[in-house]
Structure formats: structure tokens, C-alpha cells
């Protein structure tokens, strides 16, 4: 790893050599020669007014503008609110191409500074209080760019591929547009449709709760909140985009989207449908109609995606078809009421078929299960969600909202399985069938109402959350099981099982907060919730035609649970350091009755509970995040009911009411020092949590492998995870270069049981990782990665083997713009899968092509696409735990070709004239 970061470092020199420049200065007040900080500096070429560099003033009023191009002449410009910009030409012709421009003073008046002339000029970045704002109009991009194409330029901003945003290492917990959310809480549809030529500002900030925007205060340290602005202007219009594929084997894709502003009101309406394991709203236009698969195909995750609750594509292995549709409207009331929603509906169909291989170690031997399924699932699901937000006056938020779903599936599965001894002999075989038709209805709203004071030292809030969840199925379920090799010796299962599961759970949260001072406060809460579940199992033995109850299979449970936690917690936030320290208690109540066997059951449990955070700025780039909670688990109901549970004939499980609640104690430190100016940083984080009382099962497993089971408390377990992470990224005139570099470990000690024996396993992982790229302006990208990751898991009981494997991933990204208006895109993805059972496939190199043609004034794309040229995709995967090794292959979706047609249209301003470009919306 060493070498890697070697190699960035060269990089970073030989690149920076050539053409450098350094300009430096001090910006002050002309009439009170104070220095002025936070004033943005930057430089422009002076033939198109495309971005070189920018800066911004630091508390002395210094900047320093730092960077590399072959021009010899740039625009210089400087911008502060409350000022007149200034400008004037930099000549880098001459001998040295360090210079100082000594103290340059802006004026609030019209009027000539020597050689300075007044101008007005957008910045490309302004630091406002808690906000660093950027002019998207700033930042070049690829013709019809996106807004996900414009956050990718911004200095600190990573996407990764399942579209995760971070900003200098936070993670990215809201992204909205105009103050409100665009689809939804998913920012996936707005990052991939909304065209960055509607797009005026982008406000990165700390992320905010309602309390926080009604006191004034900075927000959360570890998180980060994006606010889309967009051009006054252009909210009058419409942006849409249809898309529609045909390919091999019958594959075919169709996705459309349309949106209408007008002024506070929005209409989004959106769909798709394709048999190709693609959600219809992710990844880019070049790769559009691919499916998801072309990521993940042959990781070990099956590249799922939701928006609102819905999983599409390969939320679920095998092949998935798959059709969408819905829309989110909002509207603003006035100044004081702000409303939006949306409905989307979906329906899929997945087939799968699964081979695997999962060997059990035992203390005294171990045997070896071979199995074989197929599954076919329909699904369908209806999502909606409503919010209103009110501000009577300054001082109150009232906020209202609700979301559910309500949707059927029927799920079809078929299994056979073999287990083996040691030795290769027959123990048993089994064959099950399974036909479940299931109904299920879920919501939760919410009520939140907050008013500060207005000497904000009072703050009063109080949330109330309800949450319903109605589950009704029905199972034909068949199993024949036969002992060793003699047919005479079968076990059958032959029966209809009911289920009807409903919870509801209520929870409220009065919050009460003063301040002593500007630095000190003081919060007072009570949460206090209710949930009432009861869950019905019917299992009827299907004989000669006739439905018999089992009554040793069936149960009924009524569950009561009562939980409180009063906290009190006292804050210190001045200048750029927050300290929080707070302390409650937990209290809970669970009592439940199972009515089958007439049995009742009454526990408490409780726990001190506390949480401590740190936060403060080092210096200009700097941060440091620590936090230290603790958070009390209670066991489930069938972990703790004293009644015997034969639901599974093969698994008899019987609860233990003498169990403790889990005490989870987790150390969060976060350390980023990312130079936004410089475009280079580094992140770097340490995990760690402790489980006292850690609820484990307890399974004695017989020679006919019927297990019996319990559970009971251990104590000794932890994890920890770590990271590192360095980005830096180089840019002249059109070039830029982007490199990183990243090590990451994990540390698991599980302490638990294998048939009734306690045992250690220390599991430990170590990756390593880097990234390169490098772009030139509107005619090539190249991007490649690598990563390899060590696995390690040792026993301390002899029986049970040590695991140790490694896994290697590499990466190649290629995008060729020429000639004009061609596109051509090629990305190849190698796997090798270290340890995996020499029966299935462990490595493959997947690749996948598009050549697109635009015309029509770049309003209408054909391409043609290739997924997996090589016809390579496997879907492999191995899963260690603690006691067995499971390794199981799926199927995959094959090579095949497609041709595609899109067209978009645009229409902003509300004058009649009509823009090119549009949105980047892919299946």
C-alpha cells in the first residue's frame, strides 16, 4: 500500500510542475483598513470566462491562488457582499509567475483604484455564516450535463455508484431543491434529471433540524444537508424526456420522466417498465437501458434500489421485470404554508435459481448441505406520502406528514436440499414447496410543533409519531423429508399456514430547551411509547381434502410494550467548538400472552443512558468529531417466551425469561481535513462498539439434524471499524486529474455457540484501495480502481477451521466524446473471489458498451448497448459466520444487446423560448 501512495505522489509532482502559478494578496476596507474575511478571489480565462481557480480570503484578509495553464493572460476578480467587485488582467508572460499583488482595497462606492476596474461578477463561491455556496454556472461540465455531473466538479463532493453523496468525508443526509425534497426523501431522481441549466446555486451547509432553523443555530457537525437554488427565471417551464429500447432475447427498456415549475408549484410525473433488472432511474445517459446489474453483477450485493420504499431492479437476485409509475406535486400557500406528495405504484416479477453449498462445523464433527432452488415472486406495491410544513409567524413550525404502503405479492418457491457427514454419507433429504399470497398495509404520521421565544432563550417542541403495520398471508406449504438412503423413512409436511400480524405504536416527545448564555443551554425531554402487537400463526395439517388444526404449530401472542427515557442534556457551542453531554434513564415494559397455551409473561428492563459529542474546527479546513452513546436492546418476545415454538419441526425453539436486555455502547470519531481551495484532503474515522448481556442462541443439534434451541446472555463481544482516505485532484486550462488512495479495517469478536458449546471468533478484513482518473474537456474521461481485500476469521475451538481468503476488484471506465456529437463509452469490471467452493465460478471480467449518436439540436440520442461483451457475469458469493461457510451461486442476467431511442424536450422562462437539452433520465 505503501507504493500506492507513492505512485499519487508522484503523480502530484510531475503534474504540477509544469505552467504553476501563485498569486497572493490582502483584500481590506478602504475607509477602515480593516482586512476583510471570507471575500472570494478567483481567475477566469479572458476568451470564454472559463474558471481557473478561486480562493477565498482568510481572517487577515490573505488569499492565495494556486494552480497550473498555458494562458498568459487571466481575468482577476473579487467578490464580497456589501462591496464592488473589482477586477483586473494578470499577465503570466514574464520571467517569474509568482505574484504579489500587495493590499488591494475594495470600495463601497462607485469609484477607480488605479489599474482596478468595477465590474460585477458572479463568484464562483461564497462562504456565508454556516453555508458554503457555489455558482453551478461556475463549474464546467459536459454539454446537458445533470445536477449529479455538477456536484461531481465541486471541490470535497464524492458520488459514489449507488449515488451516496459525502461532502469532506460527512455523509449527505438531505438534498433538496428550493428548500423542499424533489420525489420524496431519495435524492436519486433529482440528481439524475434535474439539468444544470436551470440550476443557480448549490448550498452545502451542516444538516439542520427544525429546532435548529427556528433558534438560529449551526446544525449537526458529522452531517451534511444540499440545498438546490434554481435560476429565477427558469421555475416557469418544463423539462421531459422519454426513452424507449428493443433488444437480443427479447430484453426491452422504456423510462419516461416530466416536470412543470411554475414558480411554488411542481409537478413531477414519472415511469418505466423493462425486463433487465433496472429500476428506470439510475445511472447515466450514456449507459441508459444497461439495467443496474452493470455495477454489481458480480459483487457480493445485488445493486438494489428504492425510491419511497419500493425496491426495483436487483433488489432481489435473478431476473427482475419490472414497471413504475407515479408523480410528486408540491405548492407553497403564501409565504407561511408549504405542501407536497407523491403516489408511486409498482409491480415486478422475479424468477430466481440458487445453488448452494453450506458446511456446518459442530465441536464433534460437521456435515455439508447441498441445495437447489427456484423461486417466482409477483409484487404489487402502492406508496404514497403528504407533508405540510406551517409557519404562523417567525418563532413557530408546524409541521405534518404521512407516508405508507399497501400491496400483495405471491411468492412461489421450490427447494431441495442433501445433508452430508463428514464422510459423504447421506444424514437426510429434503424437498419443500411454498405458495404465499400476502397483503400488507403500512403507514406512519407524524405531528411536530416547535416555537422558540423571542429572546431565543426558550425553545418548547413536542413530536408525536404513530405507526401502523397490517400483514395477512396465506402458505400452502408442502415438505417431504426422508432420513439416509432408506425411501420407507419420509416425514411429511403437508399444510396450510395462516398468518395475521398487526402492530401499532405510538411515540411522543415533549422537548423542552433554555439558554443561559450565548454559549450554555440546557434540553429537557421525555420520550414515552406505546406498542400494542398481536400475532396470530394458524397451522392446519392438509389430510385426505380436510383442514385439521395443529395446535403444536400454531400460536397467538398478545404483546404489550411500554418504554420511557427522560434525558437531560447541557450544550457549550462557542466560536468553533460544541460540547454536548447528556443523561437519562430507560424504562421498559413488555408483557405478553399466548393464548394457545395460555401463558403470560411480565418484564422490566432497565439502564442508565448516556451520550456525549465533541465537535470543533482546527484551523481553516480542519474538523474533529467525537461521540460516545450508549443504547439499551431488548430481546424479542419468542427469545424470552418460556413456551416451546415447533414452527420450524426442524428447529424447536424455546424462549428464556431470565434473559437481561443488550447494553450497546458505541465510540464514533471522525477526523477530515480536506483544503476545498487546494482540492486535497484527507478523512479518517475510527468505530467502536461493545455489546454487554449479548442475547445468543443456544442449539444442540441431534444426529438427524433436528436442532433444539434457546437463548441466553454473553458477554465479551465488540467491533470495531477504521478508515483512511486521501483525495486530491489537479486541473489545467481543460485538463483535470483526479487521484485517491484509501485503507480501511474491521475488527469482529463474536462469542457464541455451536451445539451448546461456547466459542470465540475473531474475524478481521483489511482493503486497501486507490482510484485514478483523468478528464479533458468534452472529449475524454478515463477512470480506473482497484481494490483488494484480505479476510481472516480464527476459532478457538480445534474442530472448527480458520478461514483466511482474499478478494480482488478492478476497474476500468472509458468515455470517448469524438467525433462531435458521437459518444462511446466501454466499462470492464474484473472480480476474483478468493476461497470459494472449486464448484462454482470465482472469477469474471464483465464488460459493457454504448455507442450514441445525438442530433436534432441534441434533443433526440440513439445508442446501442452491450451488456456483458464477454458473456462473463456470475453471481457468486461466500458467506462466513460463525460457525458455518456458505457459498451459493445465482442466476444472473446474461449478455445481451440493445437498441434505444430518447428524445427531450425543454421549455424554461415562460416567453416561448424553447432550450436544447433537458434531463438525463435513465432506465
Avoid at 430484453?251 to 433488472?277: E, P
Avoid at 449479548?694 to 467491533?719: E, K, M, P, S
Amino acid at each position: 500500500m505503501r507504493n500506492v501512495f507513492l505512485c499519487v505522489a508522484v503523480l502530484c509532482s510531475f503534474i504540477s510542475y509544469a505552467q504553476q502559478f501563485d498569486i497572493y494578496g490582502t483584500v481590506t476596507d478602504s475607509l477602515t483598513k480593516q482586512p476583510l474575511a471570507s471575500a472570494t478571489v478567483f481567475l477566469e480565462t479572458i476568451q470564454d470566462s472559463t474558471l481557473i481557480t478561486y480562493s477565498i480570503t482568510n481572517a487577515d484578509g490573505q488569499f492565495s491562488l494556486k494552480g497550473n495553464t498555458d494562458n498568459q493572460r487571466l481575468n482577476f476578480f473579487i467578490n464580497y457582499q456589501g462591496f464592488k467587485d473589482v477586477s483586473r488582467i494578470i499577465n503570466l508572460n514574464g520571467d517569474s509567475r509568482e505574484i504579489d499583488l500587495g493590499n488591494i482595497q475594495l470600495v463601497a462606492d462607485l469609484q477607480s483604484l488605479d489599474d482596478v476596474v468595477v465590474t460585477a461578477r458572479v463568484a464562483p463561491i461564497k462562504v456565508m455564516s454556516d453555508t458554503l455556496e457555489f455558482n453551478a454556472k461556475s463549474f464546467n461540465t459536459k454539454a446537458d450535463a445533470t445536477l449529479e455531473d455538477v456536484l461531481k466538479e465541486l471541490p470535497g463532493v464524492e458520488i459514489d455508484s449507488e449515488g451516496k453523496i459525502t461532502v469532506n468525508g460527512k455523509p449527505v443526509n438531505k438534498l433538496l431543491v428550493d428548500g423542499k425534497e424533489f420525489f420524496g426523501d431519495d435524492p436519486q431522481v433529482a440528481l439524475k434529471n434535474l439539468p444544470k441549466e436551470i440550476i443557480d446555486k448549490i448550498q452545502v451547509s451542516n444538516s439542520k433540524s427544525e429546532e435548529d432553523k427556528i433558534t438560529g443555530d449551526s446544525g449537526d457537525a458529522s452531517s451534511s444537508e444540499i440545498n438546490i437554488t434554481l435560476e429565477e427565471g427558469k421555475n416557469k417551464g418544463f423539462f421531459s424526456r422519454l426513452t424507449a429500447g428493443a433488444g437480443t432475447d427479447d430484453r426491452y427498456s422504456t423510462s419516461g420522466i416530466a416536470n412543470y415549475f411554475k414558480d411554488d408549484f411542481r409537478l413531477t410525473v414519472l415511469g418505466s417498465a423493462n425486463n433487465i433488472n433496472s429500476p428506470g432511474f439510475t445511472y447515466d445517459e450514456i449507459y441508459d437501458a444497461l439495467g443496474s446489474q452493470v455495477y454489481t453483477a458480480t459483487r457480493s450485493s445485488n445493486g438494489s434500489f428504492g425510491i419511497n420504499g419500493i425496491n426495483f431492479g436487483s433488489g432481489s437476485d435473478g431476473i427482475t421485470e419490472s414497471s413504475t409509475g407515479g408523480f410528486n406535486v408540491s405548492n407553497d400557500f403564501g409565504e407561511n404554508v408549504e405542501t407536497s406528495g407523491n403516489y408511486l405504484y409498482g409491480r415486478t416479477n422475479n424468477f430466481n435459481e440458487t445453488s448452494s453449498i453450506r458446511t456446518t462445523f459442530l465441536p464433534d464433527r460437521t456435515f455439508t448441505t447441498i441445495s437447489n432452488s427456484d423461486s417466482n415472486n409477483d409484487s404489487d406495491t402502492h406508496n404514497y406520502s403528504a407533508n405540510a410544513r406551517i409557519k404562523p409567524d417567525t418563532l413557530t413550525t408546524i409541521s405534518i406528514n404521512t407516508n405508507g404502503s399497501y400491496g400483495s405479492s405471491d411468492n412461489n418457491r421450490n427447494s431441495s436440499s442433501i445433508n452430508q457427514d463428514q464422510n459423504g454419507e447421506v444424514i437426510n433429504s429434503v424437498i419443500t414447496t411454498s405458495n404465499a399470497d400476502r397483503f400488507n398495509v403500512t403507514n406512519n404520521s407524524s405531528l411536530y410543533a416547535g416555537r422558540g421565544s423571542i429572546n431565543k432563550k426558550h425553545f418548547y417542541s413536542l413530536n408525536l409519531d404513530l405507526d401502523y403495520n397490517d400483514l395477512e398471508e396465506t402458505d400452502l406449504f408442502f415438505s417431504s423429508r426422508t432420513s439416509g438412503n432408506d425411501a420407507s423413512d419420509v416425514d411429511i409436511q403437508d399444510q396450510r399456514i395462516e398468518i395475521d400480524n398487526l402492530s401499532t405504536n405510538i411515540r411522543a416527545t415533549p422537548r423542552y430547551r433554555y439558554k443561559f448564555s450565548e454559549a450554555w443551554s440546557t434540553t429537557v425531554d421525555y420520550r414515552i411509547g406505546y406498542e400494542r402487537e398481536e400475532n396470530e400463526r394458524q397451522v392446519f395439517d392438509q389430510e385426505s381434502g380436510s383442514s385439521i388444526s395443529n395446535n403444536s404449530l400454531s400460536s397467538d401472542f398478545r404483546i404489550n410494550s411500554l418504554t420511557q427515557r427522560p434525558t437531560i442534556n447541557l450544550s457549550y457551542r462557542k466560536d468553533d467548538r460544541r460540547i454536548s453531554a447528556g443523561i437519562g434513564y430507560f424504562f421498559t415494559n413488555l408483557d405478553s400472552e399466548e393464548l394457545v397455551n395460555d401463558i403470560e409473561f411480565d418484564r422490566d428492563f432497565n439502564a442508565v443512558y448516556t451520550d456525549i459529542t465533541y465537535y470543533e474546527k482546527l484551523g481553516e479546513f480542519a474538523s474533529i468529531w467525537l461521540n460516545v452513546d450508549n443504547n439499551l436492546q431488548i430481546p424479542g418476545i419468542r427469545q424470552l417466551q418460556p413456551v416451546e415454538d415447533r414452527t420450524n419441526p426442524l428447529n424447536i425453539v424455546t424462549g428464556n425469561p431470565n434473559l437481561e436486555a443488550s447494553l450497546i455502547t458505541n465510540f464514533n470519531l471522525n477526523v477530515n481535513n480536506f483544503n476545498w481551495q487546494e482540492r486535497q484532503g484527507w478523512f479518517a474515522g475510527i468505530n467502536f462498539s461493545t455489546t454487554q448481556d449479548a442475547v445468543r442462541a443456544i442449539t444442540v443439534t441431534d444426529d438427524d439434524l433436528i436442532r433444539r434451541t434457546t437463548y441466553t446472555n454473553v458477554d465479551g463481544n465488540f467491533n470495531g471499524y477504521a478508515y483512511f482516505d486521501y483525495r486530491k485532484s489537479w486541473k489545467k486550462d481543460e485538463r483535470t486529474w483526479k487521484a485517491g488512495a484509501g485503507i480501511s479495517t474491521s475488527f469482529n469478536r463474536n462469542r457464541s455457540f455451536t451445539n451448546g458449546v461456547l466459542f470465540t471468533s475473531d474475524r478481521t478484513s483489511f482493503r486497501p484501495d486507490f482510484q485514478l482518473s483523468y478528464e479533458l474537456d468534452d472529449f475524454i474521461d478515463v477512470e480506473v480502481d482497484y481494490s483488494i481485500g484480505f479476510n481472516n476469521t480464527r476459532y478457538d475451538l480445534s474442530s472448527i477451521e480458520d478461514i483466511e481468503f482474499i478478494n480482488h476488484q478492478a476497474g476500468i471506465d472509458f468515455k470517448l466524446y469524438y467525433p462531435k456529437d458521437w459518444t462511446l463509452a466501454i466499462r470492464g469490471e474484473y472480480n476474483l473471489f478468493g476461497n470459494v467452493d472449486p464448484s462454482f465460478d470465482n472469477d469474471s471480467f464483465v464488460v459493457i458498451g454504448s455507442l450514441g449518436y445525438t442530433f436534432a439540436k441534441e434533443k433526440a440520442i440513439i445508442s446501442l448497448k452491450a451488456y456483458d461483451l464477454f458473456n462473463q457475469v456470475i453471481n457468486t458469493r461466500r458467506v462466513a459466520s460463525d460457525d458455518f461457510v456458505l457459498d451459493s451461486s445465482n442466476l444472473a442476467l446474461q449478455q445481451y444487446f440493445l437498441l434505444s431511442f430518447t428524445y427531450k424536450l425543454s421549455k424554461f422562462g415562460g416567453k416561448g423560448k424553447r432550450e436544447q437539452g433537458g434531463v438525463i433520465f435513465l432506465d
